[in-house]
């Protein structure tokens, strides 16, 4: 029987200053709005483990976790770039986080080739602040914390005289408060970056890898590894609709009046065309209901193979080859469903590397060429979506109602995964030389 304790302790402070730039063309300010997010972090942890071996063929792991977290955000204004901070109030400058979070496995190995586990764990991931925006005095700027459920049952064997050793997991978590991240358009037409909650989602699926090492050829190596994730959100109707999507098209939760009357843009005496009426007001929905869809940036198939293979050049040198393949079905790059947005979804791909090297047999130094995404696909993951033909603040696309405006849809900015690269390297290792 063996233990282990710990502790953790944190004293960290996180300070993001944003600055959304005017535009003295029009006449308005040179700086719109400025603020400074000054979050500090103090964190106590304890934590512990005891393994119990009743028999040499079975080990019974049992451990936890506590955390207790503070979190304050001292928020703050600019009215320029070299302005002093004027300090604000915030709804809700402080979180609290405290949580356990055990883990339970068993491990059963009959075999020094085989092994056979099963686990349990809960986790955390505590809730903070959108660092992204300036603050606004008496707006709720935090997030809550997620919270995950789940296990994992596996086996892992070396075959073949251990030439083939093959690795099999099957899993099933569940969240609750699953931090997302998603973009949402605030009074006069500011695009806002937010974490939010949503309320459920289920992750589950199965790995598969495989690694040959064929006796009959010296130097070869051959991998694949297959991957199926089912990832979909559960529950999750407060997600905020893209510009330009209608009442038709999903936006229809979270109705909001206009004013009784106003200098500028809809009201109840100018509703506009689009509007939509309910209980004897005009105004616009929200929000949308993505129960169902899938998790951004989660494909269901993820399958990668390579081939290695090594062998001698001369009488104090060796040659390395080697060529692997991936393949990504489907994907969003960010809230939304398949049918939604265009461009939302990444179509499935495929990418190839490959590399070969020259080197003495003792290390002392190598050469090699390697090309990486040699079919020169071009990806994204990471997408923002925003109204580039008209900009956010002159004419931001109408969402909510029955019909668009002349902004029309959202368009997306996106993060590319690099194109084609070749590359070579020269390694030295004087010790070895």
Known sequence: MNFLIGGFYQDARVRNTVYVAGNTALKLPRTLT??????????????????????????????????????????????????????????????????WSPELTITYTPTDDLTVFGALKQGYKSGSFIMTVPAT?????????????????????????????????????????????????AAGGLPVIKTINAASSKVYGLDFEATYAPPSVPGL???????YNHARFQKFDNAPCYGGQRVQDGCN???????????????????????????????????????????????DWTVTGGVDYEMPAGKDMRV???????????FLRGLGRFDGLAGLTQTGYAKINANISIGDNDGGWELAVIGNNLTNKFTAGNCTTFSASTGQVLLPPLSGGTARNAAGLDELACIPDRGREVFFRLTLRPTAL
Not at 221 to 227: D, E, K, S
Not at 271 to 278: M, R
Not at 320 to 327: D, E, T
């Open 253 to 299: 939760l979270f109705f909001s009046p206009f004013p009784a009357t106003s200098a500028s843009g809809s009201s109840q005496a100018n509703p506009g065309a689009g509007a939509v009426l309910v209980n004897g007001l005009y105004g616009l929905y929200k929000g949308q209901d993505l129960s169902g869809a899938p998790l951004p940036k989660a494909s």
């Open 137 to 185: 005095p008496g707006a709720d700027n935090s997030f809550g914390d997620e919270k995950v459920q789940g296990g994992e049952l596996g086996i892992k064997a070396r075959m073949l005289d251990r030439a083939l050793t093959i690795n099999l997991a099957g899993y099933y978590y569940k969240y609750s408060d699953l931090q997302v991240g998603a973009n949402e358009q």
């Open 221 to 227: 190596t051959t991998r694949l590894a297959v991957n």
């Open 34 to 99: 400025a603020g400074t997010n000054d979050v500090g972090i103090q964190t106590y942890s304890g934590f512990g483990q005891l393994r119990w071996k009743p028999v040499e063929t079975l080990e019974i792991a049992g451990g936890v976790r506590y955390t207790d977290e503070k979190r304050h955000d001292d928020a703050s204004s600019l009215t320029s770039y070299f302005g002093t901070p004027i300090p604000i109030t915030i709804a809700k400058p402080n979180l609290r986080s405290k949580n």
């Open 320 to 330: 390395k080859l080697g060529v692997n393949g991936q393949y990504t079905s489907k």
